[in-house]
Each structure stands twice: as C-alpha cells, then as structure tokens.
C-alpha cells in the first residue's frame, strides 16, 4: 500500500476506531490503551485490513518514532528533581531493584526455555525482551488507587516507583540495544557509554535551548508548536549522529522543567494536550501489526515472558524494598502493583523492529510483546487491588456520576 491516499484512510479508520473503542473501555471500566491495540487488531492485515486492502508499511516508522519521543518528553517531564530527593532510598533501591529482577528473570527463562529463531541467536532474543520487561505502564495501577482512594506506605511507595520505572526502562533499553548491535565487547561499551551520554548531554542543552526560547514566546499557544518542534529536531538530529532519541527527548523534558523551575509546568502542560492522540495513534498502529499465524506459533515465548516478567517484577520489589528497610506490608506486596506494561513497551519493540539485526523477527516479536500488553493490562489491575486489599490500605471507593 504505498498510495498516500489509502495511507490517510487508513490512518484516519485506525484514529477512529481506536477513539471510539476508547470510549467504550472506559465506560466499562477497562484501560484505554488495550481497546487501542483492540482496534489496531481489527484492522491488521489477517483481519479486516485484507478486506480493505490496508496494510502498514514503512511510512508507520516515523509515526511511532516521533510518537514515542513525545512520550518519553512526557516521561522526563514528569519527573523533577526535587522529587527524586523527596523520594528516598526505599522508592530508589526499590525502583532499581523490581526494573533488574524483571530483566533477570526474563532473560534466565528465555535461555533456558527458548530457542533460536530465523536470523537471530537465543541470546539476542532473551536480551531484546530482557530489556523490555523492565518498564511498567503507572495507568493501571494509579487508575485503582484513585478509584479506591488508597493510602498508606504501599500506596505511597508504589507511587514513587512507577513514576520512575519507564525511565530506567528507556535507560535499560537504550544500553541493551547497544550491547546487541555491537560487534566487541569493548566496542559494545564503547558505543553503550556514547549513546547514553551523548544523548543526555544532548536533551541537556535541547531542554536548556528550550527553556531560552520559551522565555521570548509569551503567547500560549504558541507554545505547542514551540515544543513539538524541539521534540522532533531532538529526535531527528539524535537518530542523525547514532545517539539514542529516546533518552535524548526525556532528558529533554526533565532539563527543560529543570531550568525554568518554578514555571517548568508550561512546557509540558501544551504537549499533554496531544498526549491522547498520540496514544491512540502509537497503538492502533502496534495493533495493525499483528498477525494470527505468529500469534498461535509462538504462544511458548507469550507464556514465558508472561510468567517470568511477573515473577521478576514481585521477587525484585520485595528485595530491594527489603534492603532499602520497607515495612513488611511494602515488602510482602508491593511487586503485585507493577504488573501491568502497555505504551512504552510497545513504542520499544517496534523501534527494535526497525534494527537491521531483528527485521527477520520483527513481526514475531511485536506480536508477543502485543500479546502480552493484553494480558498485563487485563490482569495488572486486578492484581494492584489484592495488594492494596492485602495491605490494608483500600479506602472507600469512588461512585461513578450519573448523568
């Protein structure tokens, strides 16, 4: 499909269909994102896409590059630094702790359990989805302590730790990518400590740049157009010189709101603006990928990444919220909070798609970790609610209004 016009039709069914599918989610209850990967799903190529000859193609790449680079600007921005010090060491080592048990866990269990796929070794793979697990999407899980207005050091604690956890995912990711597309071990360290510093430094002086012209612009609505255009020059000159954009444009964002301070709110309020249109776009399109036959044949690799990532998750909250001196109910609980993986996991696996090393795979891989959101975010909410339930912190629940 290379018509731009059946390009547009089919973006605008996907915005359509991912909006409406939205819509009723939320009227019952459900997360957003999966009715978006739902929608996507519909209209892949194995479904009705054939009937409507519609299929993703090339151009989708820069879609879900500028798509991730705004959300993880979203990301950087949402963090300040005073909170990272109002945090403490039990959110920190806890943070640290859950994101490596997950990279652990699922990377043990993919070489043992897992085999070599066409054109790429065992290792690659358990490391490619090692890197994944790291991130957690925050929307399940806060979505269940505002509904039941919970409180107390578990509330308090997973709420530190999911704030950070896409950020040390991203940083995760972004040192693993390196790692497998090297060719020496020196080599490989070379290039992991040039991305990730260069790409720091760069969003450093992006977001200090930023900072400077929004200083001259007053007019508010000026602002979005000041904003996403820094996005997309950052991740354009980043992809440029081989740094990562995604670690470049949420460093952006956290030096951004950094050097204004105070005032740092206005530039990340314009952008949250398109927040849901990107969502839905990103996700419907990493729906649109999914393919049946990939689907049933790898359902062994679904299972074990499934598995081994929960484990990871619970086994490395409870020891670092062990070291770091938690109370017991943080201990016991808190890793049954960080269940649920939607948006960034997704946006990881399809710019992993787009490495030379993983074309042969690309489509099995974003089916899985498809596959996966589904369950998390299904079963990620529920799972909050037993340890929130389990710790005694449930409050009373919100009542829905009535109109």
């Known amino acids: 499909m290379d018509s731009l016009s059946l390009i547009t039709l089919y973006l605008g069914i996907l915005m359509l269909s991912g909006l409406f599918s939205g819509l009723i989610a939320s009227r019952l209850g459900l997360p957003r994102v999966a009715a978006y990967v739902i929608a996507g799903m519909i209209f892949s190529p194995d479904l009705l896409g054939s009937t409507l000859n519609l299929k993703v193609g090339h151009w989708a790449e ?166 996403f255009g820094a996005i997309l020059f950052s991740v354009g000159l980043a992809e440029i010189w081989r740094l990562s954009p995604l670690l470049t444009a949420m460093a952006m964002g956290f030096s951004s709101r950094y050097f204004l301070g105070f005032s740092g709110d206005q530039l990340v309020e314009p952008i949250e603006f398109l927040e849901e249109l990107v969502f839905i776009i990103f996700f419907t399109l990493g729906g649109a990928h999914f393919e049946i036959n990939v689907f049933f044949q790898h359902m062994d690799l679904i299972g074990i990444y499934f598995i081994a990532r929960i484990i990871g998750k619970y086994v490395g909250a409870s020891l670092g919220a062990m070291i770091s001196g938690a109370s017991p109910p943080v201990i016991r609980w808190l890793g049954l909070g960080l269940v649920p993986q939607a948006g960034v996991a997704i946006g990881l696996v399809l710019t992993l798609g787009h490495k030379p090393a993983f074309h042969d795979v690309a489509t099995m891989m974003v089916n899985v970790i498809l596959a996966t959101t589904l369950l998390f975010e299904l079963v990620g909410p529920l799972a909050a609610y037993f340890a929130l339930r389990g710790a005694g912190e449930l409050g009373v629940k919100r009542k829905r209004r009535k109109f």
Request: hydrophobic share 55%; glycine share 10%; aromatic share 6%.
């Open 62 to 227: 820069p879609l879900a590059t500028v798509a991730l680079g705004i959300i993880a600007y979203l990301i950087g921005g949402s963090i300040t630094a005073k909170q990272i010090q109002q945090m403490g060491k039990t959110v920190l080592g806890t943070a640290l702790s859950e994101s490596f048990g997950a990279v652990l866990f699922v990377f043990c269990s993919m070489m043992l359990l897992a085999s070599d796929k066409a054109g790429i070794t065992t290792f690659q793979m358990a490391l490619a989805f090692a890197a994944i697990a790291a991130s957690t999407a925050p929307a399940g899980t806060i979505a269940v302590l505002h509904q039941y207005r919970a409180s107390g050091p578990v509330s308090s604690v997973l709420l530190g730790v999911v704030a950070l956890d896409d950020a040390l995912g991203i940083v995760v990711f972004s040192l693993v990518l390196v790692v497998i597309t090297g060719e020496t071990l020196s080599a490989k360290l070379g290039l992991a400590a040039l991305e990730i510093c260069g790409a720091l430094v760069l969003g450093a002086f992006a977001g200090w740049g930023l900072k400077e012209l929004a200083s001259r612009i007053h007019k508010r609505e000026m602002r979005l157009p000041l904003v």
